[in-house]
């Protein structure tokens, strides 16, 4: 993983053994074989998965 998967820039940083950190897009994402999961970090240091963002976005689009 050199790139981040959501802007696609270089400027990433490993955090973890799987785990990274996108200065570009403040994102952190964790790679599992070949599924990449992204993360939105709140102020509280909470996580946000990406995916249910979109879910999310999805739904307001139908309605
Ligand atoms: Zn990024």
Known sequence: M????H???R???KI???QY???GCF???SVTGEQVKMFQVEEDGSLISLDQ????GDLSIGM
């Open 16 to 18: 973890g053994t799987q």
């Open 2 to 5: 050199t790139r981040c998967p």
């Open 27 to 29: 994102v952190e994402f």
């Open 7 to 9: 802007c696609n820039c």
């Open 11 to 13: 400027d990433i940083g």
């Open 21 to 23: 950190y996108c200065w």
């Open 53 to 56: 963002l979109a879910d999310a």
